[in-house]
C-alpha cells in the first residue's frame, strides 16, 4: 500500500475515501436493515404473546434449560407495581441499658472520683491489691496500695449512664459519692423533720467511713 493513497478503478482515492467504502457499500447495507427489521418482528411478535394473542411456544426441551424460561414479563413494558415475594432483611435498633436514675453501687464501691466539679477523674485502686504476698516481686508490692486514674475513655463510658439521670446533657452531672451538702439536702428540711424537735443520737449522725480495705475488687 503507497502512503500517498490507492488507486481504484484508475482513480486515486485518499485513505479516509477508503477508510469509508465500508460503510457506503450496498450489501453492508442490506444487512444491517435486514437485522434491524428481524429486531422489530421479535419485538412486535412478544407484544402480541403479552396481550393474549398469537402465542409462539417453543419445544419443551428449551424450557428443560433454566436460562430459557416462559416468562409474563411485558417488554418492552416494565411492571413497576408486581406483588412482593420476600422482604429483606430489617436493621434492628441498637441495644440500650435500662434508665437508671441512681448511682451504681458497683460504680461506688470500684471508684472514687477527684478534682474540681467540671473536670473530674475517676481513680481505683488497681487488680493486684489482694495478690498472694509471697513471691519474687518484694518491690511492686507497695504500688498496688496507690489509688491510679482509670482510663479517660473508660471514664466517659461510665459517665454517659450517670448525665442520662439528669435529662439535661448540660447540667452538672452527679457526683459518684455524696458530698456533705447532698446529704444535707437529702435529709433535712421542712418535710422531712416535721414534729421533731431536734435530730440528735446515733440514727441522724453521718455515715461513717468504711474501713481503707473493705471490699476492695
Known sequence: ?????????????????ASLRHFVNPSTNRFSVAVFLLFLLSCVRQWETSRGGKRHTAP??????????????????RNKYEETKRSARRIAPFPRFPERHYIDPEFQLRFMDLGPEFNRVWVSLGKGFRRRRTGKHQDAKDEQLYWRPIPKAKQRLYMQRIRAMNGNPNALPARLHKTNQDLVKSTWGPLYTRGRPGMYGVAYAPPQKYDFEYRVF
Open 1 to 17: 500500500m503507497r502512503s500517498d493513497g490507492d488507486e481504484v478503478s484508475g482513480k486515486k482515492v485518499s485513505h479516509d475515501q
Open 60 to 77: 419443551a426441551s428449551v424450557f428443560r434449560n433454566k436460562m430459557f424460561r416462559r416468562t409474563i414479563a411485558k417488554f418492552p413494558i
